[in-house]
């Protein structure tokens, strides 16, 4: 759908451009399409997708389920409040790719005309992440999640300051091709590491916390990108571009800099949960050093598995 989209895009705007079909401009057809495209899949979700082995619960089942219940327990664990710590500072970085939703397309159209391919520039993300995320999953699953998060993190953070140095069109799409790689390495581990801390049988608030970054980005992302594009890329009058995304990226890197500097109190100090080496730094995480002792002498214990793990 994402990949389609951009595409669609681009074939509406650029083939209709200020001709009327059907009484409608290009970008109202990008609504109609857009649109008939979600009726079509709430049609298919509502009358063709059925949970066959669903059932009722009975009410002794049903009180296990209470959510006052599970608030209580959840607010007693350390664990939750590390994982709801990380979570806040992952809403910067997830930020950025709603400035690739809003942001990016005002500006390619203000730099470079309203006949740029934003679409398909902004399709490269997509195209990427479809192909990229089996085979690094693959290469990294002897990293730790959370390792992989971080590692990851820093990648998308530093490629908006590309935008920073360059409004050219090749430094759009390198923009978009590295910070589409750097999703690759973190979005994928972010739900792996979000299963392997939730306690057993909390595995399902804990994915639903997962999501929150996202839409705690939507509105604070929204309201910077209209000031940005209003101060430094407005629709006339003098632009100063590279100062937007410089901006930008200083609010996106803020997120992997916290998670470097607050790692020793929001990492689960149970690593074996994240069993594997560390992400970029060839280090094993089957072994937990910890400091005990006069003089802190470092003693190595045996983290456990994770049965989740395997």
């Known amino acids: 759908g994402a990949l389609g989209s951009g595409l669609l895009v681009d074939a509406l705007t650029l083939s209709i451009k200020d001709e009327l079909v059907w009484g409608m401009s290009a970008n109202r057809w990008v609504f109609v399409v857009g649109g008939m495209c979600s009726a079509a899949t709430l049609f298919i979700s509502v009358f063709m997708l059925s949970n066959k082995e669903g059932r009722a619960l009975d009410a002794a089942q049903q009180g296990q389920f209470s959510m006052v219940q599970t608030i209580k327990e959840l607010l007693k664990l350390k664990t939750f409040w590390r994982f709801v710590a990380f979570t806040l500072i992952s809403v910067n970085l997830k930020s950025i790719f709603r400035h690739l939703d809003a942001t990016f397309p005002k500006y390619m159209v203000r730099e470079h005309g309203r006949d740029v391919a934003k679409g398909s520039i902004y399709a490269i993300n997509p195209f990427m992440i479809i192909f990229l995320v089996p085979i690094v999953s693959a290469l990294t699953q002897r990293f730790a999640p959370f390792d992989c998060i971080h590692f990851g993190g820093y990648i998308s953070a530093a490629s908006v300051f590309i935008l920073a140095f360059s409004s050219s069109i090749g430094a759009a799409i ?112 089957d072994s937990v050093v910890s400091e005990g002792g006069e003089g802190g002498a470092e003693v190595e214990m045996s983290a456990r598995r994770d049965p989740l793990r395997g």
Not at 177 to 184: F, I, T
Not at 204 to 215: D, E, K, N, V, Y
Not at 240 to 257: R, Y
Request: glycine letters at 10%; one cysteine or more; proline letters at 6%.
């Open 174 to 285: 390198m923009w978009v091709v590295v910070l589409s790689l750097g999703e690759a390495i973190w979005s994928p581990r972010f739900y792996d590491y979000t299963v392997s801390v939730a306690p057993e049988g909390k595995e399902g608030t804990f994915m639903a916390l997962s999501s929150a970054p996202m839409f705690l980005a939507t509105m604070p992302a929204g309201i910077l990108s209209g000031h940005l594009l209003e101060v430094y890329c407005p629709e006339e009058g003098r632009r100063n571009s590279q100062m937007m995304w410089l901006i930008i990226g200083l609010v996106t890197a803020s997120s992997p800099i916290l998670i470097t500097l607050t790692q020793r109190w929001i990492r689960e100090p149970m690593v074996g949960r994240d069993k594997g080496h560390s992400c970029g730094s060839g280090r094993d995480d």
